[in-house]
């Protein structure tokens, strides 16, 4: 059973990163609620018919709908919205610093040991993320950082931190009921996140009429979406079957599908100094991840 909980751990990192590569690529078409609301709705038909089934209990959705509908705003809907900023690789493998966060939330509120290690991997990821954050030495020389601009990593940091809290609530709430129930209401959840979400974008739910006929303008939107669905079904399968501490950095794996991906995919060029420091900071994630086990 514990294999079974890596697994669905490992292709959440699969899952997550091509969600993410997918996301940015459709950027270029349009705005990243778009890509939220395509999740939204590819929920509403995958979680929904598959929980039924599997153990979704439809009489304690209102109970859980709450943390849901949190989630829905912290762990995908400000993701979406925060990881559309800044560099692919850069933002994405901060992002991916959460379960740094999510063991330190599950020490404090749910009594998850913390190790000596996990220390050490939180000091190798603030390290790496300050090597990211610092000037170069050529925007020094100018004299004029126009290039440093610390608010777009901040983003890929509070949507960690986000990720962290609502992973924490969620753990909590599913060892009180079951996974199925609490993906249902998150599917319900998303779907009024989503047109919000829309809506402060300033884009129309009806340009989703032309989905079909246009599939090819949609397509990066949509496998974005579809993804994203599928990361957070074997997210929260790995966390009904793994303490919060186990479960969240299995998906360390992702800042390194993320660094490949963003430079075979998005053919992005990463600087010496940003890969050194983005290295850094995964080998404090797969430390954390090894040495929970």
Known sequence: RMLLGIIFGLLTALFQALSYIFMRRSLQDFSESVAFMM???TGVLIWIPFLFFFDGVWSDVLYVLSIALLSAVL??????????????????????????????????????RLLFWSWIALLLVIVGTLIVTSPSKREWAKNAITHWQFHLIAWPLLAAISVSISDVAGKNIIDQTTVGTFLIALAIAEVPVGLLFLRMQKQSILQFKTFFSHFNDYKYAFLSGLLSTLAVLMLWLSFSILPASIASPLTAVTPIFVFILGITFLKEIVSFKNTLGLIVVTSGILLLAITNF
Do not use: K, Q
């Open 39 to 41: 999740n939204a709705l």
């Open 75 to 112: 762990s995908e809907a400000f993701v979406f919205f925060a990881t559309a900023r800044g560099d692919t690789i850069i933002t994405g493998v901060l992002f991916s610093t959460y379960p740094i966060f999510t063991i330190f939330f599950a020490y404090l509120f749910l009594e998850e």
